[in-house]
């Protein structure tokens, strides 16, 4: 009985772990930096009240904590929590880090979502919106977008169905892109010469 337990609590662990990394929302700023270089990804850093900002619970009760963001956050960007708690205790040196960051950035209420590159360069600006994780997933997405096309709105959809009836809408083909983002080096290849640039 003892074997089983252990058993299936281990392969419980094994499986969960990944996802679950996955899924968190980092709180050291250079971890978030080597993971958004590595990856590819720009940063989502969440300035927050976590305790006490009503705005900030709102979000992350109405969107943060859905199924639909974390997909969307798993494919799109590395999550970054900085807090300013008013209740719960916080080791000094994340106090001090979430201190600098706001200074530099001259955040000014909460929530303000920024999303930035592995450089600390701003790549947008977001915060608490009505409509849930479909509508805030869109305008983070498209803000993105236009930063990575250089100001052209060359948003890669992820939703099959939206994809088509957008196509049918405009009257435009889909382009579909199957790829291995963060693995398949011709596909990197493909980004970086083709899809990457203003022209296409």
């Known amino acids: 009985m003892n074997k089983i337990t252990s058993i299936s609590t281990l392969a419980a662990l094994a499986l969960c772990s990944p996802a679950f990394a996955q899924d968190e929302w980092l709180t050291d700023y250079e971890e978030a930096v080597a993971i958004s270089k590595k990856e590819n990804k720009p940063i989502l850093a969440d300035f927050t009240g976590s305790d006490w900002c009503g705005w900030c619970i709102k979000l992350k009760e109405e969107v943060f904590s859905t199924d639909e ?26 106090k001090r880090q979430n201190a600098e960051l706001r200074d530099k950035y001259e955040i000014k209420g909460y929530p303000t979502i920024l999303f930035l590159d592995h450089e600390g360069k701003k790549l947008g600006k977001s915060g608490y919106m009505k409509g849930g994780p479909a509508a805030w997933t869109a305008d983070a997405s498209k803000q993105l977008g ?23 809408k405009e009257r435009k083909l889909v382009l579909v892109d199957f790829t291995g983002s963060d693995w398949c080096g011709w596909c990197i290849k493909l980004k970086d010469e083709v899809f990457s640039k203003e022209e296409f």
Request: no cysteine; charged share 40%; proline share 4%.
């Open 69 to 94: 963001f974390k997909k969307w956050a798993k494919d799109n960007v590395v999550l970054l929590e900085l807090d300013f708690p008013r209740k719960k205790e916080q080791p000094d040196e994340l």
């Open 146 to 168: 236009l930063q990575a096309g250089g100001g052209e709105d060359d948003l890669w959809i992820t939703d099959y169905e939206e994809a088509l009836k957008l196509a049918k």
